[in-house]
């Protein structure tokens, strides 16, 4: 079960390690495996902004680099505490590991937060299923 009071307070954690010197807007999240590890990341931009990393993305990462493929819950965090989602980007990446089932809560401060699916975010998702539906109908 994901405990996404301590999945927030993970995601605030990290808020402070974000290099944001242009946005000035930190973005921390929290990323829980389907055996209860949890993976954090902050975003980390870059002067030409499309080398940017994003949290999401950072937290991912380090999951899959430690061989993790399931996962059971996101929390997603800003210094100002907006209710951030995590962007079409990173929709898309988490939806190539994560089931459209998976929950996303978003931090809006104190104990209040906006909760999600993932496949309420993206819907209609690109997969393997939808490439392969779209090859077969090429091939026809």
């Given at each position: 079960m994901v405990d996404f009071d301590e999945l927030i307070a993970a995601a605030r954690g990290v808020l402070s390690d974000a290099y944001v010197p242009y946005s000035e807007y930190r973005v921390g999240a929290a990323l829980q495996t389907?055996?209860?590890?949890?993976?954090?990341g902050c975003n980390i931009e870059n002067a030409n902004?499309?080398?940017?990393?994003?949290?999401e993305e950072v937290a991912l990462?380090?999951?899959?680099?430690?061989?993790?493929?399931e996962?059971?819950?996101?929390?997603?965090?800003?210094?100002?505490?907006?209710?951030?989602?995590?962007?079409?980007m990173c929709r898309?990446?988490?939806a190539e590991f994560c089931s459209a089932e998976m929950p996303i809560v978003c931090d809006l401060g104190g104990d209040d937060r906006a909760e999600y699916t993932l496949g309420e975010l993206l819907p209609n998702t690109i997969s393997l299923?939808?490439?392969?539906?779209?090859?077969s109908v090429r091939d026809t």
């Open positions: 389907a055996d209860g590890d949890v993976y954090t902004y499309s080398n940017s990393l994003h949290a990462a380090a999951a899959i680099t430690d061989g993790h493929r996962f059971a819950g996101l929390a997603v965090t800003s210094g100002v505490r907006d209710g951030v989602t995590p962007c079409g898309q990446s988490l299923e939808t490439l392969q539906d779209a090859e």
